[in-house]
């Protein structure tokens, strides 16, 4: 004879064997759970192809309570090695890094940090995206910025360009700006041009001038030119050389009645000269070498 109890709820006698089934599902849940996450861990290991040392060095960095700046060149030199040779495919697919890259994102030591933030670019994690933004707009260090910026660029964040102009057009002390901006021109095309246009009128001069050069980068485009063309009457002679640089980029031709009057200009010589060679018109080269030939 089946034991039974009784439903708590209303009395009801409920047979054992319905308990069983019950107790028999969740087990059987629970076991497809694990099962999956078993399942899970394997093809994430699998599909981890980065070389031991730096699986090792990733873990020791997320232990290790003294990791300091050496520490963290150590292992940015191993990624510079093993990106040249295309050593580190499906990193966020590794263990070492979805095990320890929030716990190292989020560590007070600046150093884990920086850590977290080449690493993120590196595997191209857009999971810290929104709070890579936040970052860059803090008080954080100029080698933590350079990181974080880095890490949005290489994820091609599209949504960060106004705020990584705003920060590359400030020149900040330590940041190395140069080579971010060239990064940045070719990070995304499309929201670059659209920040440039955004901030091409601004009344802050860097950010003017900034806009000006990156769009310059681009295909030829009479907008920007016409733009230039007015920079070029209203702005002062030291701002001028910035939008004759611009010109030049853009081998904008006719450029002998622009500028002639500019050429005796003595900080303005040498982009006069670069821009005349640039263009596509005879008389501009021409010009060109008559004026090389003044100057020396």
Same mark, same amino acid.
């Given at each position: ?175 190395? /700006?140069?080579? =971010?901006?060239?990064?940045? !021109?070719?990070?995304?095309? %499309?929201?670059?041009? @659209? +920040?440039?246009? $955004? #901030? ?64 005796? /200009?003595?900080? =303005?010589?040498?982009?006069? !000269?670069?821009?005349?060679? %640039?263009?596509?018109? @005879? +008389?501009?080269? $021409? #010009? ?9």
């Amino acid at each position: 004879m089946l034991a039974a109890a009784t439903d708590g709820k209303h009395g009801n006698v409920v047979p054992n064997f319905k308990r069983n089934e019950k107790n028999r599902q969740l087990m059987n849940k629970f076991s497809l759970s694990i099962l999956l996450i078993f399942i899970i861990n394997i093809s994430y290991g699998q599909e981890c192809q980065i070389p031991n040392l730096l699986d090792k060095e990733i873990i020791e960095a997320s232990n290790n309570e003294k990791f300091v700046e050496e520490d963290f060149y150590r292992i940015n030199n191993l990624l510079f090695e093993y990106q040249a040779k295309d050593s580190l495919k499906n990193l966020n697919k590794c263990s070492s890094y979805f095990k320890n890259i929030e716990k190292l994102f989020n560590s007070e030591t600046t150093e884990k940090r920086v850590l977290a933030y080449r690493l993120i670019g590196v595997a191209n994690d857009s999971t810290f995206n929104n709070e890579l933004i936040n970052r860059i707009n803090s008080n954080e260090s100029s080698l933590l910025k350079t990181w974080s910026t880095t890490a949005l660029m290489a994820n091609n964040c599209g949504k960060a360009s106004d705020d990584l102009f705003v920060l590359f057009s400030s020149f900040p002390k330590g940041l190395p /700006v140069d080579i =971010l901006i060239n990064m940045y !021109i070719k990070y995304d095309t %499309n929201a670059v041009k @659209k +920040t440039c246009w $955004k #901030f091409i009128d601004s009344d802050n001069k860097s950010q003017q001038i900034l806009a000006i050069q990156c769009l310059a980068n681009f295909e030829k485009d009479e907008k920007l030119q016409a733009k230039l063309i007015e920079f070029l009457n209203s702005w002062d002679n030291n701002s001028k050389g910035w939008v004759i640089s611009s010109i030049s980029m853009q081998k904008m031709e006719n450029l002998k009645p622009i500028l002639e009057k500019y050429s005796e /200009v003595e900080n =303005l010589k040498d982009v006069i !000269i670069r821009a005349l060679e %640039n263009s596509p018109t @005879k +008389t501009d080269n $021409k #010009f060109a070498k008559q004026l090389q030939k003044k100057k020396n």
